[in-house]
């Protein structure tokens, strides 16, 4: 089935430090993939997303680019803030699966001012 | 403002007894999703409803129940067969099309036990 693997964490960066979020999937069809961000106490909020391989995905700074051939979809950013700190999901719809998403486990991202 | 809500914030369950969380949007959307988020484990599916009237289990539905009544709605219950109820849930809604696959979530509801 559907998974999809991240970096073990926490991560702790301090203010405009390089960010590198590792994530890789196993998918049966050909899927897209999302990056969704959680700040404390709330629901997740949508960050980027790439519908087919070499696509890049970017919003506030953040990019990530959808390999096919590593199977990955790692999370940058060059200059992390203090407000980027929360919790981070890599995530996949496979098309043939309903729009159902299959989430890694998230990983916590402090930045230090 | 088009969106999703969760209510209550936090909830309060006591031993035996069923709860319902309550899930509204005003997208339009057609499908809609109930997550559980326990610490470390991700988010995981328990119910999802692509269209009015029909929803299908996820990969925990045991111990919980949907209904599908109005486009907009999509109440959560967790009955008392749930043996450890404590976790934060989210639900979500999506258009449903194979293009337009985006989930939105909502805030997301705490229940605890007493």
């Known amino acids: 089935g559907d998974s999809v693997t991240q970096m073990e964490g926490p991560v702790t960066l301090s203010e405009e430090a390089f960010l590198t979020i590792n994530c890789t999937y196993t998918?049966?069809?050909?899927?897209?993939l999302f990056w969704y961000v959680q700040y404390p106490g709330e629901g997740l909020q949508l960050l980027l997303k790439?519908?087919?391989?070499?696509d890049k995905g970017s919003n506030k700074g953040f990019e990530a680019t959808y390999r096919k051939e590593t199977t990955s979809f790692h999370l940058e950013k060059g200059s992390v803030q203090v407000s980027d700190s929360a919790v981070y999901f890599c995530?996949?719809?496979?098309?043939?699966?309903?729009?159902?998403?299959?989430f890694g486990k998230g990983i916590t991202l402090s930045v230090r001012p | 403002d088009g969106g999703i809500t969760q209510s209550p914030k936090y909830l309060f369950r006591k031993e035996g007894q069923n709860v319902t969380l309550s899930c509204e949007q005003n997208?339009?959307?057609?499908?809609m999703y109930w997550y559980r988020q326990d610490p470390g484990q991700g988010l995981r599916l328990i119910y999802y409803?692509?269209?009015?009237?029909?929803?299908q289990k996820g990969d925990i539905a045991e111990g919980y129940s949907v209904s599908r009544e109005k486009k907009e709605s999509f109440p959560l219950t967790v009955t008392s067969a749930q043996k450890n109820p404590t976790a934060f849930y989210l639900c979500?809604?999506?258009?449903?099309?194979?293009?337009?696959?985006?989930?939105?979530f909502g805030p997301g509801t705490r229940l605890l036990v007493l």
């Open positions: 995530a996949l719809s496979d098309t043939g699966a309903n729009s159902k998403l299959t």
């Open positions: 790439a519908t087919k391989a070499d």
């Open positions: 979500a809604s999506s258009a449903g099309h194979p293009t337009q696959e985006t989930q939105y």
């Open positions: 409803s692509q269209i009015v009237n029909d929803f």
């Open positions: 998918a049966t069809g050909y899927p897209s």
């Open positions: 997208l339009n959307h057609d499908a």
